[in-house]
């Protein structure tokens, strides 16, 4: 084995959680050892665990029923000192929930009119400029836009125009919210179409279609320029596109990977290394990659107009952990390698990866 394959992080499996319902969302509470997991018990209502990590055990703190299903969940709209959770359930209510006093959410909103598949927020946690917002997007084919300093209508709905058919909406995230005007939200669609909303300007700046469902999207980072976008889809390729540069035609650069052959369910960028990347699959397995940029990341094209140039990506290390699909993923925003993951197993997983500094 080579010195230079004596460096490759490892990923390790530290704890593992059997779980009674399927787990849709986990997310690691913000300046603590714990972490959540959010999904749907078999009578059909929704579930909040709320576990504690010791040593090679997790200890279960709490369990929080509610009437519906809760498909994803963010910490992002809130202060460090808040921690408040939001939530999107089946029936497409937004719930934003003190996790210390959670029988009664702190704002609550029936946001769509199906389920809320995805949820992102920004603003909070030190994490992007500008108003503590949240975006959901469901299957009713809309992506909205809260502020819960304002009671009940969204300030931003981004839905099909008329006539246009209306796409589940599978996921969302924030970017570009690096002072207090400008901001962006991704969303991405059943049919394999990418739409990036300005909410600066209230406008579609770009769209893409990448020919496959778009399981994931996520920026490299909320609370910069916007630099880098990772799209994942249902045929197990995801996209990587260089956000720096908009061509006025040719839009963004892009480098594409076939990671497998089954669908790539999450990406999840590394909180302490923006070009570092975790994605997670139907296979059950995690696959860790690097983006290297390109000598120069823009040129002229022959027309005199920049355009991107996209970079490459290299595959660190790949596990299978789960003969079923790891449907949610989350890095710890506080200690550099923790990741727990959650899989249709009913299993979730807190893992290890090493060496990341070594990269």
Not at 83 to 108: C, H, K, M, Q
Not at 136 to 153: L, Y
Request: aromatic content about 8%; proline content about 4%; overall charge neutral.
């Amino acid at each position: 084995m080579s010195a230079a394959g004596l460096e490759r992080p490892q990923v390790v499996s530290h704890v593992q959680q059997a779980l009674s319902y399927t787990v849709f969302d986990c997310k690691w509470v913000p300046r603590s050892a714990r972490l959540l997991c959010l999904g749907s018990a078999a009578r059909g209502t929704g579930l909040v665990q709320l576990y504690e990590l010791h040593g090679a055990r997790l200890e279960l703190l709490r369990e929080i029923e509610k009437p519906k299903p809760i498909k994803c969940g963010t910490f992002g709209a809130t202060s460090l000192q808040q921690r408040y959770l939001a939530t999107g359930d089946f029936d497409g209510n937004l719930n934003i929930w003190n996790l210390e006093a959670p029988e009664i959410p702190v704002y609550s909103v029936k946001g769509h009119k199906e389920i809320i598949n995805s949820i992102d927020g920004v603003g909070g946690l030190g994490i992007g400029e500008g108003a503590p917002e949240i975006v959901t997007g469901s299957r009713d084919g809309t992506v909205k836009v809260w502020d819960p300093r304002q009671n009940d209508s969204p300030v931003a709905n981004m839905e099909p125009v008329q006539g246009e058919s209306k796409r589940d909406c599978w996921t969302v995230a924030f970017g570009n919210a690096y002072n207090q005007e400008e901001r962006v939200v991704c969303a991405g669609y059943d049919n394999g179409d990418i739409k990036l909303f300005d909410l600066k300007t209230m406008s579609l700046r770009w769209e893409t279609n990448i020919k496959n469902g778009v399981c994931s999207v996520e920026f490299d980072r909320k609370d910069i320029n916007m630099n880098k976008l990772v799209a994942t889809s249902l045929e197990g390729k995801f996209h990587v596109f260089d956000m720096r540069t908009q061509h006025p035609t040719k839009g963004f650069a892009s480098v594409s990977e076939k990671a497998q052959k089954s669908t790539i369910w999450q990406v999840r960028h590394l909180p302490q290394n923006r070009d570092i990347f975790m994605t997670s699959g139907g296979s059950g397995s995690l696959h860790l990659w690097k983006y290297e940029y390109p000598a120069q990341r823009s040129k002229k094209d022959s027309e005199g107009s920049e355009m991107g140039v996209a970079g490459s990506l290299s595959l660190l290390q790949n596990v299978t952990l789960s003969t079923q699909p790891i449907s949610c993923l989350d890095w710890s925003p506080d200690k550099k390698g923790l990741c727990v993951c959650g899989a249709f197993d009913q299993t979730v997983r807190v893992l290890i990866v090493t060496k990341l500094n070594k990269i």
